[in-house]
């Protein structure tokens, strides 16, 4: 069964910075996509930044000179370097991934089940 699992979510000072986390794990044959998205309380679930198995990256202009994504592909792994944090960075970030599993032939999205970041002095 795939999975992916967040970590390195929590509080920090306007201007500090975190290193946000994403496992994929199970029988994963193929990972395309990767991506960050992040939801504010009663707010819309916003791309944050993608990253392809080609090495293109998109990152969302609110993010853009502050933020990294970067992977990992022998670990499966995603991570976004946020820096210059700001209060309307606080949101749940989510991981995404467009993956095949080993026993079907086709891609679908799997989401991981999200970080909280809170940006607050």
């Known amino acids: 069964q795939v999975q992916l699992v967040e970590s390195g979510g929590g509080l920090v000072q306007p201007g500090g910075s975190l290193r946000l986390s994403c496992a994929a794990s199970g029988n994963i044959a193929n990972i395309n996509v990767m991506a960050w998205y992040r939801q504010a309380p009663g707010k819309q679930r916003d791309l944050v930044a993608t990253?392809?198995?080609?090495?293109?990256?998109n990152y969302a202009d609110s993010v853009k000179g502050r933020c990294t994504i970067s992977r990992d592909n022998a670990k499966n792994a995603l991570y976004l370097q946020m820096n210059s944090l700001k209060p309307e960075d606080t949101a749940v970030y989510f991981c995404n991934a467009e993956l095949r599993p080993s026993d079907t032939y086709t891609f679908r999205r799997y989401w991981g089940q999200g970080t909280q970041v809170t940006v607050s002095s």
């Open positions: 990253l392809t198995s080609g090495g293109f990256i």
